[in-house]
């Protein structure tokens, strides 16, 4: 039986390319910010964090493949010699960024008196966490992923 390359569409590689992850995390901080600042002043800030919500679930079942701002950043990238790093920490800060994202894009759509500066809150968040990735090369979901192996919270294989 011949193997053609396919993978499954659940799936996320056991190393990544550091440069596509540092990419990705600036246009997740830039489109973040953009969702914070403009919410207050404009209806689509809110659809931004929409957008990165789904686009957060679709990098964390199937990497950059799926992911819009995967794929910006695997394209812009390429001409670049790739730089491995484990795939499991960054998965687990993929899964960080569907809660950040996850409970701004609630908040935005929750009518309680200043839900969406909560939101806002929560955009913040994100918007520094990745942006730290991005701009810093500092992984704050991989920090926690290593302390939640070193507490026995995460299982290490």
């Known amino acids: 039986k011949a193997n053609i390359g396919i993978e499954p569409l659940f799936w996320f590689p056991a190393t990544v390319n550091a440069h596509v992850i ?29 957008g990165l919500f789904f686009d957060f679930v679709m990098r964390f079942f199937a990497g950059s493949r799926l992911s819009v701002l995967g794929r910006i950043a695997t394209i812009l990238t390429s001409p670049i010699q790739p730089k491995p790093r484990h795939g499991r920490p960054k998965q687990f800060a993929t899964m960080c960024g569907i809660l950040f994202s996850g409970l701004g894009s609630l908040f935005f759509v929750l009518s309680f008196p200043k839900s969406d500066y909560v939101g806002v809150a929560f955009m913040g968040g994100l918007a520094m966490a990745t942006g730290m990735e991005g701009f810093l090369d500092f992984c704050v979901g991989c920090v926690i992923f290593k302390y939640g192996i070193k507490l026995g919270l995460i299982p290490k294989g």
Request: net charge positive; charged share 5%; with cysteine.
């Open 22 to 50: 540092r990419l990705t995390g600036i246009l997740t901080c830039l489109c973040s910010l953009l969702s914070a600042v403009s919410v207050h002043w404009f209806p689509w800030g809110r659809y931004v964090a929409y």
